[in-house]
């Protein structure tokens, strides 16, 4: 009789023992997570509670890897008991609370194709010259989008010019951004830059081996983006010149296009001199070459015919050579 009325009295308290106890580990799902860029375990996207040894277990156990940015990874409940399955953890043992599945996302910054370009121009503005030129800056291309796994604030944008030494023309820039040590893209940005400035052009039509002045040159302003060689901005820089083509109306003055004129030209008569100490003997000769102060050149006397080397002292002086 006693052992019987024990019996009732154990089945009615495991009648009214709570639900919690039909199994060992209660997981909460989470409705959303943002996590990372990381592996996921059973701690990112729930809340375990139970048998604390089995509970540091399941806490530990690898899902998978978070999802690509700007992209979500669904995980159900069928999922995660199938990985329990694989590490011998009896899925009986386990109660799955308030979400049928978890949506996993990686925390991720969107940078946009203006903000690429904002950066690529103010490092191409930081490397033009400061002068009195007038510059504009065209992008030829806008960047695309690019999604970064990473807080915003955690990502660093590096700018640097592919030729530092070009100013004008097609320029490219390459952005780079990076956080933690890792490098995420590098894009190149093109930019068109178009350069005017003061210079000197052709008043009129110059012929070829006529000097340079105020008549027939002026300051003017005009674009020199495509412009090779050296240009001049002041008058004063031609003065004395002479030009080595003709040259036509409107046209951009550069250094290809004139010369200094030889102090002495072919076929000068010249004073032919030959002087030491004691003793000085000048005739005339006639110069067999151009050339400047200081350069050698061929002369012929004309008393004797011969061709002689001398040195050019100055407009009509050489100094023969013995």
Not at 78 to 87: G, M, Q, V, Y
Not at 253 to 261: A, K, N
């Amino acid at each position: 009789m006693k052992i019987r009325i024990s019996l009732f009295f154990l089945l009615g308290m495991l009648m009214v023992m709570p639900d919690v106890l039909a199994g060992k580990i209660e997981i909460h799902l989470m409705d959303n997570v943002v996590l990372e860029e990381k592996t996921i375990t059973f701690s990112d996207i729930s809340t375990i509670t139970g048998d604390e040894e089995l509970v540091n277990k399941i806490n530990n156990i690898e899902i998978g890897k978070t999802p690509w940015v700007n992209n979500t990874r669904r995980i159900s409940q069928e999922f995660l008991k199938i990985r329990l399955s694989l590490l011998n953890i009896n899925t009986a043992d386990v109660t799955f609370t308030n979400a049928k599945s978890v949506v996993v996302s990686v925390e991720s910054t969107k940078l946009t194709g203006a903000e690429i370009a904002q950066k690529a121009k103010e490092c191409l503005l930081n490397a033009l010259p400061v002068d009195d030129r007038e510059t504009t800056i065209e992008l030829v291309n806008m960047p695309n989008d690019q999604w970064i796994p990473r807080r915003k604030d955690r990502i660093g944008l590096d700018a640097s010019l592919v030729d530092p030494g070009k100013d004008r023309g097609n320029i490219e820039v390459i952005i780079t951004a990076f956080s933690d040590g890792t490098c995420f893209f590098k894009i190149p940005v093109f930019f068109r830059v178009r350069v005017y400035e003061d210079v000197a052009v052709a008043r009129t039509r110059i012929g070829r081996k006529q000097q340079l002045n105020t008549r027939n040159i002026s300051i003017a302003r005009r674009e020199t983006t495509t412009i090779r060689g050296f240009i001049f901005s002041r008058i004063d820089d031609l003065t004395g010149r002479t030009t080595t083509a003709v040259i036509q109306p409107n046209t951009i003055i550069t250094e290809d296009l004139v010369e200094i004129p030889p102090t002495i030209a072919r076929g000068s008569v010249v004073e032919l001199f030959i002087q030491s100490s004691g003793f000085k003997i000048v005739t005339k000769g006639i110069a067999q070459e151009a050339g400047y102060i200081g350069d050698v050149i061929q002369v012929k006397n004309i008393q004797s015919n011969k061709v002689l080397y001398g040195t050019i002292v100055d407009s009509d002086k050489i100094r023969v050579l013995f």
